[in-house]
């Protein structure tokens, strides 16, 4: 018998490959500019390539859109293409890998996830994912422009997840629709007490790269 939470039993791993590679794909090339630069320095050629071909291969298992990935890979092979020739210093490399490890980008992922693997795929009316929409994009909006800390979500987490030993959340699968509902009025609390706009708001994971690499190639 369809309980209509079927779909949503394998979106725990789901949720975590797609953070997973959101992340990975900023990440890695922070930890290669940042904590990279001695095998950079010995290797550089065949780790910038290799890095790329990582990215790449990272890119495509997301589910950003055709043009976000092309966006992104752009950013990649130039970063790559850049470090392999030597017309990014290590000065830069070190400067990017820290910008990108700053970036308000990664601590709002998680919230663009929720919605992605789990309201989207829920029985909520389309009415009540619109409005689950715009209260996460709104929580993302604050946490983007620090306004929100992850710290803060802790009520509206509690709705959905539960800490490890290591204190990180785990999303709890399935998750009843009932839930969900629980967890948005959290998030739309938190946005309001904040003063975050009742508004749309996305975030250009791209233009986010690109100025990581662009403020570093500046200075």
């Given amino acids: 018998m369809a309980t209509g939470n079927e779909p949503k039993k394998s979106g725990g791993g789901a949720s975590k490959i797609l953070l997973g590679c959101l992340i990975a794909v900023l990440l890695i090339f922070a930890v290669f500019c940042a904590g990279g630069v001695y095998l950079f320095m010995n290797r550089g050629p065949i780790l ?20 976000q990935k092309v966006g992104m890979k752009e950013q990649i ?36 996830v929720v919605e992605t693997l ?68 959290e998030m739309k609390t938190i946005a309001d007490e904040n003063e975050i706009p009742d508004e749309e708001f996305n975030i250009d994971i791209v233009a986010e790269f690109k100025k990581a690499i662009d403020d570093a190639l500046e200075k």
């Fill in 118 to 185: 789990y309201i989207k795929k829920s029985g909520l009316s389309d009415e009540e994912k619109a409005d689950a929409k715009k209260q996460l994009n709104r929580v993302a909006h604050g946490m983007f422009e620090d306004k929100i800390t992850s710290e803060q979500l802790d009520p509206a987490m509690e709705k959905i997840a539960t800490k490890d030993a290591n204190g990180k959340w785990e999303m709890r699968s399935p998750l009843t629709d009932e839930e969900l509902k629980s967890f948005v009025g």
């Fill in 48 to 67: 910038a390539y290799f890095a790329k071909g990582v990215g790449h291969q990272l890119i495509d298992e997301t589910d950003l859109s055709e043009e």
């Fill in 77 to 112: 092979d130039r970063l790559a293409n850049g470090a392999a020739s030597g017309e990014i210093t290590q000065e830069q490399l070190e400067q990017i890998g820290t910008n990108i490890s700053k970036s308000p980008v990664i601590s709002a992922i998680p919230v663009i």
